[in-house]
């Protein structure tokens, strides 16, 4: 039959990978910009269905009936979950997402293992079965890493970091007999039960490495265990002997990483440092201007509110976790409206770690059809804070702590922060008194030109602009 | 293939990520990082090339498993990434 020969021919099958490759650079590409973005997206996956499509073609590949229950199960609980989850929630599903591509990774690193020592064949050679346990390890990191991250940000679990005493010795010996037993096996020993207790070993120190992070710092969390994903994917292609998933794996262990770095760079702290844990740890010493002693904090009411913001001439919201747990991304986006039918200029200030990943501000704010120019970033829009009227805080807190500046025994000391301090007036909007993730003292409630309004930030929100209105 | 050529595979790779990605602004991090997620979904194919090559309940069931869990990574986030950028647009 020549046609199936022709197509099954391992040259076409390349071939169509490379045209895949390309897809996906293309599409990645495209993702620099948000007028291209969403086509960037479409063209990265219909790379993704060549690249299937060529890999069913290989003759080696059977089994259809199987394959067609996984793709149908895979399908019947990623479309819905994909489809029906909120803006808000969008953190947690990318944890999950990225959690299951990490299981994958280990299941077929597993797999692909057992399978040479049932063929009786012995170990594999050493630069398959290097890359087969280095995906193991990584994969089952990733997956139950994610799976911990999807747990906090849910709130399942306590947002709050979550340490052990001698937390980084488990670490270490986890890690350590993950190794060991590599080793033991690169060195000849043929066992499966070895390798279960690799991917156990890999699955504890996931957890491990997960829980003791506070809610902050999930953005990084989340991007590095992509990162992770995307490297085991990469040695599972070289085990398997196959070039889309090296390729495709490694173009996302090289993105994850440097989403990573950056994440790191705007909270001015090493990767190493937020992984040791602790940011936001409970025993927080307090520094030179946090004695203890209790401030007075000014409290405000929305009618308050409403008047400063009609006559300002310019306002700068800085958002935070608080709008998205309060879904008040379109009622904020109806108070900007009637305030520049006014004449009043509002823009948003974003703060790369705002919320629980980069962008998320930028995604909520998208999704209420706030125009992308009006959302400035950190450093386009500090140098305008003095010459701000009103800056409304709404459920953002940490990145907006002046401590980060001021107080060299902060915690959070060294952070660039958005300047709403130097603005006129400052509004916050805020559930109670309650301090942020971090679980940090914020000196900016007790400036004499900040007012609090406490509340639900939507129900707040929804108050003021009744109150403009009437004005 | 052997393992140099596929080393050298795994380099150039890596120099074309850092490349296309380092120039995303800080607007469009959420739907890169989910992009990237899903494309990172291919392990499905790893699952595609061994499940016609194992033998015995326990493997297939794995690696329907494995498949599942690919499919779940590539379906479910290329369709969260288009619902994201969906909101992106600017008002005229």
Same mark, same amino acid.
């Given at each position: 039959?020549?046609?199936?020969?022709?197509?099954?021919?391992?040259?076409?099958?390349?071939?169509?990978?490379?045209?895949?490759?390309?897809?996906?650079?293309?599409?990645?590409?495209?993702?620099?910009?948000?007028?291209?973005?969403?086509?960037?997206?479409?063209?990265?996956?219909?790379?993704?269905?060549?690249?299937?499509?060529?890999?069913?073609?290989?003759?080696?590949?059977?089994?259809?009936?199987?394959?067609?229950?996984?793709?149908?199960?895979?399908?019947?609980?990623?479309?819905?979950?994909?489809?029906?989850?909120?803006?808000?929630?969008?953190?947690?599903?990318?944890?999950?997402?990225?959690?299951?591509?990490?299981?994958?990774?280990?299941?077929?690193?597993?797999?692909?293992?057992?399978?040479?020592?049932?063929?009786?064949?012995?170990?594999?050679?050493?630069?398959?079965? *290097?890359?087969?346990? !280095? @995906?193991?390890?990584? &994969?089952? /990191? #990733?997956?139950?890493?994610?799976?911990? =991250?999807? %747990?906090?940000?849910?709130?399942?679990?306590?947002?709050?970091?979550?340490?052990?005493?001698?937390?980084?010795?488990?670490?270490?010996?986890?890690?350590?007999?993950?190794?060991?037993?590599?080793?033991?096996?690169?060195?000849?020993?043929?066992?499966?039960?070895?390798?279960?207790?690799?991917?156990?070993?890999?699955?504890?120190?996931?957890?491990?490495?997960?829980?003791?992070?506070?809610?902050?710092?999930?953005?990084?969390?989340?991007?590095?265990?992509?990162?992770?994903?995307?490297?085991?994917?990469?040695?599972?292609?070289?085990?398997?002997?196959?070039?889309?998933?090296?390729?495709?794996?490694?173009?996302?262990?090289?993105?994850?990483?440097?989403?990573?770095?950056?994440?790191?760079?705007?909270?001015?702290?090493? *990767?190493?440092?937020? !992984? @040791?844990?602790?940011? &936001?740890? /409970? #025993?927080?010493?307090?520094?030179?201007? =946090?004695? %203890?002693?209790?401030?007075?904090?000014?409290?405000?009411?929305?009618?308050?509110?409403?008047?400063?913001?009609?006559?300002?001439?310019?306002?700068?919201?800085?958002?935070?976790?608080?709008?998205?747990?309060?879904?008040?991304?379109?009622?904020?986006?109806?108070?900007?409206?009637?305030?520049?039918?006014?004449?009043?200029?509002?823009?948003?200030?974003?703060?790369?770690?705002?919320?629980?990943?980069?962008?998320?501000?930028?995604?909520?704010?998208?999704?209420?059809?706030?125009?992308?120019?009006?959302?400035?970033?950190?450093?386009?829009?500090?140098?305008?804070?003095?010459?701000?009227?009103?800056?409304?805080?709404?459920?953002?807190?940490?990145?907006?702590?002046?401590?980060?500046?001021?107080?060299?025994?902060?915690? *959070?000391?060294?952070?660039?922060?958005?300047?709403?301090?130097?603005?006129?007036?400052?509004?916050?909007?805020?559930?109670?008194?309650?301090?942020?993730?971090?679980?940090?003292?914020?000196?900016?409630?007790?400036?004499?030109?900040?007012?609090?309004?406490?509340?639900?930030?939507?129900?707040?929100?929804?108050?003021?602009?009744?109150?403009?209105?009437?004005? | 293939?052997?393992?140099?050529?596929?080393?050298?595979?795994?380099?150039?790779?890596?120099?074309?990520?850092?490349?296309?990605?380092?120039?995303?602004?800080?607007?469009?991090?959420?739907?890169?990082?989910?992009?990237?997620?899903?494309?990172?979904?291919?392990?499905?194919?790893?699952?595609?090339?061994?499940?016609?090559?194992?033998?015995?309940?326990?493997?297939?069931?794995?690696?329907?498993?494995?498949?599942?869990?690919?499919?779940?990574?590539?379906?479910?986030?290329?369709?969260?990434?288009?619902?994201?950028?969906?909101?992106?647009?600017?008002?005229?």
């Amino acid at each position: 039959m020549y046609t199936a020969s022709f197509l099954q021919d391992p040259d076409f099958i390349r071939a169509l990978y490379i045209v895949a490759f390309a897809f996906f650079i293309y599409g990645l590409h495209e993702l620099n910009h948000p007028r291209t973005a969403r086509r960037g997206n479409r063209i990265a996956a219909v790379g993704m269905a060549i690249a299937v499509a060529a890999t069913l073609l290989i003759e080696e590949v059977g089994n259809y009936g199987l394959i067609a229950v996984g793709v149908a199960i895979g399908t019947a609980v990623g479309v819905p979950a994909a489809r029906s989850v909120k803006m808000t929630a969008m953190p947690q599903m990318v944890a999950l997402f990225n959690g299951v591509g990490g299981g994958a990774v280990a299941l077929i690193s597993f797999v692909e293992y057992r399978r040479t020592l049932e063929l009786g064949l012995g170990n594999p050679e050493l630069d398959q079965l *290097i890359p087969i346990l !280095f @995906a193991a390890i990584i &994969g089952s /990191v #990733s997956f139950w890493g994610s799976n911990i =991250a999807f %747990g906090k940000l849910q709130e399942i679990l306590p947002g709050r970091p979550i340490q052990l005493p001698g937390q980084q010795f488990i670490n270490a010996g986890l890690l350590a007999v993950a190794i060991g037993c590599s080793i033991a096996i690169a060195a000849g020993t043929e066992s499966q039960g070895l390798f279960i207790v690799i991917l156990v070993a890999a699955a504890l120190l996931g957890n491990m490495f997960v829980l003791p992070i506070g809610g902050a710092d999930m953005p990084v969390v989340i991007s590095l265990l992509n990162a992770f994903t995307g490297l085991s994917a990469a040695a599972a292609g070289i085990a398997l002997d196959n070039v889309a998933l090296i390729v495709a794996g490694m173009l996302v262990g090289a993105s994850g990483s440097i989403l990573t770095q950056q994440m790191a760079d705007a909270m001015n702290r090493s *990767i190493a440092n937020i !992984f @040791a844990g602790g940011f &936001g740890g /409970v #025993s927080v010493a307090p520094g030179a201007g =946090a004695d %203890g002693e209790q401030k007075p904090v000014r409290s405000t009411d929305a009618a308050d509110v409403a008047i400063q913001l009609a006559y300002a001439s310019k306002v700068v919201v800085a958002p935070g976790y608080g709008m998205a747990v309060a879904q008040a991304q379109h009622t904020v986006r109806e108070l900007a409206d009637e305030l520049e039918k006014r004449g009043i200029r509002v823009d948003y200030a974003i703060h790369p770690v705002a919320g629980r990943m980069p962008g998320h501000m930028n995604v909520l704010l998208a999704e209420a059809d706030v125009p992308y120019d009006h959302l400035k970033e950190m450093d386009e829009i500090n140098p305008e804070f003095p010459q701000t009227d009103v800056a409304l805080v709404i459920g953002a807190n940490d990145v907006t702590n002046p401590a980060a500046r001021e107080n060299e025994g902060s915690p *959070i000391y060294g952070m660039p922060i958005l300047d709403v301090d130097k603005a006129n007036q400052v509004i916050v909007l805020k559930r109670s008194m309650n301090t942020g993730f971090a679980g940090i003292d914020n000196p900016l409630f007790y400036n004499d030109n900040t007012a609090l309004l406490f509340g639900d930030a939507k129900e707040s929100v929804a108050a003021v602009l009744a109150e403009v209105k009437e004005l | 293939m052997d393992l140099l050529t596929e080393l050298t595979i795994l380099v150039l790779a890596a120099f074309v990520g850092f490349e296309v990605i380092s120039k995303v602004p800080n607007t469009l991090h959420t739907p890169l990082m989910s992009a990237t997620n899903a494309i990172h979904g291919i392990v499905l194919l790893g699952g595609l090339l061994l499940i016609g090559e194992v033998d015995g309940f326990l493997n297939k069931l794995l690696l329907v498993i494995a498949i599942a869990f690919g499919t779940i990574n590539i379906v479910g986030g290329f369709l969260v990434t288009d619902r994201m950028l969906e909101m992106f647009k600017r008002r005229d």
